[in-house]
């Protein structure tokens, strides 16, 4: 246990002398690659200052373009009410789907709530073989009526280019069926959180000029996610500095690839100059190459900066609830980029190999002086990112060193490793550079996104330093391996999230806005729903289902995105037997939850509407009772939740009709899915007693929930406990149930859908 450092140095050398290996020849080793080492200090210090002379020289124009736009009043961008004068154009928004089931919906639906503009339309690329993606798009597309279906007609996954191209023959298309007739296109992805003042700036600014690029940035993400939280450094710096400075020397601004507006007659020189492929299928970074393009063919191209003041919710300081403020903002796309390491890593590897790479391969060098400079530019990362990850060795190492030096003091008769004075001067300056570059970070980072993301700048330089390394090992193997093989170099798509409704700051939670964000609901509708809820409380989400202003199918797909978990319809007869033992049906109706599946050990409960605290509590204690380790929660129709306490703990419910209906579909004259459509068509039309009383007035919503609680232990059925308490008349609890389903209906219905198999007449289930 006593091991000692002069003991591993001892056991160390004996191991080398048994080895052959003489002090002296492992002297004269580590001497030599101490000379190797003091070289490579010498190139990685020059190449540094190269570097860091170039980032300064940027760093330098910025400010200076700052300080004369202190005093430029004739070059101040317009007024905010001209923009909101300004006559609308026709948009088309142009947003390319590959396996985008997971977010695209959402974004369209945060879109079309977010822009403050009316003349715009949405088109998405689908692909032939991407079903999840088109589904969400058709369903999206019964919601808002500007959004459309752009059809590539062949599998997927191709690139984003050819994707991109397809879009634009649509709109083309889509001009000659309807006369319509777009002023500009605008790029978007499915996972782009827009600006409500993005269309107006398209707007104004696109005049005059051939291609507009607006801001992008980073959504604001937990400062312990370092790899994601880089990407807040790096777009806050090249979207505040660099590319508002590239614009203004070069007078061309590259494409970020979303946020970027093509004017009509750009767009069409694109098409004419590619044959009707405006997208340049060959390359990886296709909004870079069209930006190079567009300047070739003499289409001026601007980036821009533009703020403006728009209402935002925030909690009020000195009372409950939220109030409505005006805050100047820039009016930028964000969106979330990836948080692992891997992903990242991907990610820049196809931004290296399409920009520095292909874009040196494709675009050569061209244009004056400063064009082929900031070409430069785009492709010292080939240079600068091996020369960063080589001089945090070369740290390393040097730390190390006198580190053993410290213990061992025989190995400081080592060299010097600087000895010439002008190396000790790069190292200084190089020094200062550093600094300068942190602190510049540093600053864009804390305007940006404010001063809580600031104090880890330094160490999020380092994971950019790391992520661009392995994305510089990684474009080069494929670059090699593509001039060796001849084989073309695949698209590597990012895999894309979205952010929620609380992340967005849309619906602050209460349902009526959720269903407006979906639109579900206009905003005439729900101020309805509140005056009436303000006249006899009912809550909101029933309050709209009384009034017929909304589905109950929409109703669970709210309450699932407001607790950011699933909602599902479901078929009470599908449920196992075993599993509806879990809870008796009065307790099923109490809580009005039905247990459903099996998962991962535990079980999954459909829910009607989110349940308090302690009924929860009190729910999880009867299934814990029943053997359920772990429970899942989801939302489903009220009507499928009703149909399940009425029937499905009766195994004999429609048993005769259910066979019949089995056999039916097995011979093949009724599909699966028409099936189900069948069962939801029945199953749609079913309400609760309670329901039916509290819309004919003859009760009120809290008189209900009183006798629910009262009666929950007392034997016989509801209508009967209320009667016997006289909350309601004997006549008006007949009424209601005869406006309630019967089984003699549902059997009536299932005897016509399976006589229409038989005829082979087409499904017809709206009762």
Same mark, same amino acid.
């Given at each position: 246990?006593?091991?000692?450092?002069?003991?591993?140095?001892?056991?160390?050398?004996?191991?080398?002398?048994?080895?052959?290996?003489?002090?002296?020849?492992?002297?004269?080793?580590?001497?030599?690659?101490?000379?190797?080492?003091?070289?490579?200090?010498?190139?990685?210090?020059?190449?540094?200052?190269?570097?860091?002379?170039?980032?300064?020289?940027?760093?330098l124009l910025f400010w200076w373009r700052s300080w004369e736009k202190l005093w430029d009043f004739w070059g101040r961008p317009p007024k905010q009410a001209l923009l909101d004068r300004h006559p609308e154009k026709m948009i088309a928004l142009m947003v390319p789907a590959w396996q985008e089931s997971d977010?695209?919906?959402?974004?369209?639906?945060?879109?079309?709530?977010?822009?403050?503009?009316?003349?715009?339309?949405?088109?998405?690329?689908?692909?032939?073989?991407?079903?999840?993606?088109?589904?969400?798009?058709?369903?999206?597309?019964?919601?808002?009526?500007?959004?459309?279906?752009?059809?590539?007609?062949?599998?997927?996954?191709?690139?984003?280019?050819?994707?991109?191209?397809?879009?634009?023959?649509?709109?083309?298309?889509?001009?000659?069926?309807?006369?319509?007739?777009?002023?500009?296109?605008?790029?978007?992805?499915?996972?782009?959180?827009?600006?409500?003042?993005?269309?107006?700036?398209?707007?104004?600014?696109?005049?005059?000029?051939?291609?507009?690029?607006?801001?992008?940035?980073?959504?604001?993400?937990?400062?312990?996610?370092?790899?994601?939280?880089?990407?807040?450094?790096?777009?806050?710096?090249?979207?505040?500095?660099?590319?508002?400075?590239?614009?203004?020397?070069?007078?061309?601004?590259?494409?970020?690839?979303?946020?970027?507006?093509?004017?009509?007659?750009?767009?069409?020189?694109?098409?004419?100059?590619?044959?009707?492929?405006?997208?340049?299928?060959?390359?990886?970074?296709?909004?870079?190459?069209?930006?190079?393009?567009?300047?070739?063919?003499?289409?001026?191209?601007?980036?821009?900066?533009?703020?403006?003041?728009?209402?935002?919710?925030?909690?009020?300081?000195?009372?409950?609830?939220?109030?409505?403020?005006?805050?100047?903002?820039?009016?930028?796309?964000?969106?979330?980029?990836?948080?692992?390491?891997?992903?990242?890593?991907?990610?820049?590897?196809?931004?290296?190999?399409?920009?520095?790479?292909?874009?040196?391969?494709?675009?050569?060098?061209?244009?004056?002086?400063?064009?082929?400079?900031?070409?430069?530019?785009?492709?010292?990362?080939?240079?600068?990112?091996?020369?960063?990850?080589?001089?945090?060795?070369?740290?390393?190492?040097?730390?190390?060193y006198w580190g053993v030096s410290a213990i061992w003091p025989q190995i400081a008769q080592l060299p010097p490793l600087i000895d010439q004075p002008w190396v000790w001067t790069l190292v200084f300056i190089n020094f200062f550079f550093l600094v300068n570059r942190i602190l510049h970070r540093a600053w864009?980072?804390?305007?940006?996104?404010?001063?809580?993301?600031?104090?880890?700048?330094?160490?999020?330089?380092?994971?950019?330093?790391?992520?661009?390394?392995?994305?510089?090992?990684?474009?080069?193997?494929?670059?090699?391996?593509?001039?060796?093989?001849?084989?073309?170099?695949?698209?590597?798509?990012?895999?894309?999230?979205?952010?929620?409704?609380?992340?967005?700051?849309?619906?602050?939670?209460?349902?009526?806005?959720?269903?407006?964000?979906?639109?579900?609901?206009?905003?005439?509708?729900?101020?309805?729903?509140?005056?009436?809820?303000?006249?006899?409380?009912?809550?909101?989400?029933?309050?709209?289902?009384?009034?017929?202003?909304?589905?109950?199918?929409?109703?669970?797909?709210?309450?699932?995105?407001?607790?950011?978990?699933?909602?599902?319809?479901?078929?009470?007869?599908?449920?196992?037997?075993?599993?509806?033992?879990?809870?008796?049906? #009065?307790?099923? *109706?109490?809580?009005? %939850? $039905?247990?459903? @599946?099996?998962?991962?050990? =535990?079980?999954?409960? /459909?829910?009607? +509407?989110?349940?308090?605290?302690?009924?929860?509590?009190?729910?999880?204690?009867?299934?814990?009772?029943?053997?359920?380790?772990?429970?899942?929660?989801?939302?489903?129709?009220?009507?499928?939740?009703?149909?399940?306490?009425?029937?499905?703990?009766?195994? #004999?419910?429609? *048993?005769?009709?259910? %066979? $019949?209906?089995? @056999?039916?579909?097995?011979? =093949?004259?009724?599909? /699966?899915?028409? +099936?189900?459509?069948?069962?939801?068509?029945?199953?749609?039309?079913?309400?609760?007693?309670?329901?039916?009383?509290?819309?004919?007035?003859?009760?009120?919503?809290?008189?209900?929930?009183?006798?629910?609680?009262?009666?929950?232990?007392?034997?016989?059925?509801?209508?009967?406990?209320?009667?016997?308490?006289?909350?309601?008349?004997a006549e008006a609890r007949d009424a209601a149930l005869a406006l309630q389903v019967s089984a003699a209906w549902v059997e009536l219905r299932l005897s016509e859908a399976i006589a229409s198999a038989s005829k082979a007449e087409p499904a017809r289930y709206a009762y």
């Amino acid at each position: 246990m006593g091991v000692t450092v002069q003991t591993i140095l001892h056991d160390a050398g004996t191991w080398f002398t048994s080895a052959g290996v003489t002090p002296d020849s492992l002297f004269q080793a580590l001497l030599a690659y101490w000379g190797f080492l003091k070289i490579a200090i010498i190139v990685t210090a020059v190449l540094i200052t190269i570097s860091s002379i170039d980032d300064l020289f940027i760093d330098l124009l910025f400010w200076w373009r700052s300080w004369e736009k202190l005093w430029d009043f004739w070059g101040r961008p317009p007024k905010q009410a001209l923009l909101d004068r300004h006559p609308e154009k026709m948009i088309a928004l142009m947003v390319p789907a590959w396996q985008e089931s997971d977010v695209i919906a959402s974004m369209v639906a945060n879109t079309n709530k977010t822009f403050d503009y009316s003349r715009y339309k949405i088109f998405i690329g689908v692909y032939a073989n991407d079903p999840d993606t088109a589904r969400e798009v058709e369903k999206i597309r019964q919601r808002f009526p500007n959004v459309y279906r752009a059809e590539v007609p062949h599998d997927g996954p191709t690139s984003k280019a050819d994707c991109l191209n397809w879009l634009v023959q649509n709109i083309l298309l889509h001009e000659k069926r309807t006369g319509d007739r777009f002023d500009a296109f605008l790029m978007h992805d499915a996972e782009d959180v827009v600006h409500p003042y993005g269309l107006k700036t398209v707007n104004w600014f696109i005049e005059d000029r051939g291609m507009i690029q607006m801001p992008v940035l980073s959504m604001d993400r937990p400062w312990y996610e370092l790899v994601a939280c880089h990407y807040m450094d790096e777009f806050a710096e090249f979207h505040t500095k660099d590319l508002p400075v590239r614009s203004q020397v070069s007078g061309m601004t590259p494409s970020a690839g979303v946020a970027t507006a093509f004017a009509r007659s750009a767009m069409l020189a694109l098409c004419r100059e590619k044959d009707g492929q405006p997208f340049n299928t060959d390359s990886l970074t296709e909004d870079y190459d069209v930006a190079h393009r567009l300047s070739a063919l003499g289409y001026p191209s601007e980036f821009i900066r533009y703020h403006a003041r728009v209402p935002r919710r925030r909690k009020a300081w000195f009372r409950k609830g939220d109030v409505t403020v005006m805050r100047r903002e820039l009016v930028a796309t964000k969106e979330f980029f990836p948080d692992k390491f891997v992903t990242s890593v991907r990610q820049k590897t196809r931004w290296m190999l399409g920009i520095s790479y292909l874009g040196w391969q494709q675009l050569g060098w061209f244009g004056d002086l400063a064009n082929r400079y900031y070409l430069f530019r785009d492709r010292k990362a080939l240079f600068t990112s091996p020369v960063g990850a080589i001089a945090y060795l070369i740290v390393i190492q040097v730390l190390g060193y006198w580190g053993v030096s410290a213990i061992w003091p025989q190995i400081a008769q080592l060299p010097p490793l600087i000895d010439q004075p002008w190396v000790w001067t790069l190292v200084f300056i190089n020094f200062f550079f550093l600094v300068n570059r942190i602190l510049h970070r540093a600053w864009f980072t804390g305007t940006n996104h404010g001063i809580k993301h600031v104090w880890l700048t330094p160490v999020r330089i380092v994971v950019s330093n790391l992520v661009g390394f392995g994305a510089f090992g990684r474009s080069l193997r494929q670059y090699v391996t593509h001039l060796i093989t001849g084989r073309t170099i695949a698209w590597d798509k990012t895999q894309h999230s979205y952010p929620s409704l609380s992340e967005l700051q849309q619906g602050g939670g209460r349902i009526g806005d959720v269903l407006r964000f979906w639109n579900h609901l206009s905003e005439e509708d729900l101020e309805r729903a509140l005056a009436a809820q303000r006249n006899r409380y009912r809550p909101i989400g029933l309050q709209l289902l009384d009034l017929g202003l909304i589905e109950d199918e929409h109703l669970a797909e709210a309450f699932a995105e407001r607790g950011e978990v699933y909602a599902s319809m479901f078929d009470a007869f599908q449920i196992e037997r075993d599993l509806l033992k879990v809870l008796t049906v #009065q307790q099923a *109706a109490w809580f009005g %939850a $039905v247990p459903l @599946r099996r998962q991962n050990g =535990g079980i999954d409960v /459909a829910l009607s +509407e989110p349940l308090p605290a302690p009924r929860r509590a009190e729910l999880e204690k009867l299934l814990g009772v029943a053997g359920v380790k772990s429970v899942r929660y989801l939302y489903a129709p009220l009507s499928d939740i009703a149909f399940a306490i009425r029937f499905a703990w009766d195994d #004999q419910a429609f *048993a005769a009709s259910r %066979a $019949v209906l089995a @056999r039916t579909r097995q011979e =093949g004259r009724i599909s /699966a899915s028409d +099936e189900a459509g069948l069962w939801r068509a029945i199953r749609v039309k079913h309400v609760r007693l309670g329901d039916l009383l509290v819309r004919s007035g003859a009760l009120s919503h809290d008189d209900l929930q009183t006798a629910l609680t009262r009666g929950r232990d007392l034997p016989g059925r509801l209508g009967e406990q209320l009667v016997a308490s006289g909350l309601v008349s004997a006549e008006a609890r007949d009424a209601a149930l005869a406006l309630q389903v019967s089984a003699a209906w549902v059997e009536l219905r299932l005897s016509e859908a399976i006589a229409s198999a038989s005829k082979a007449e087409p499904a017809r289930y709206a009762y």
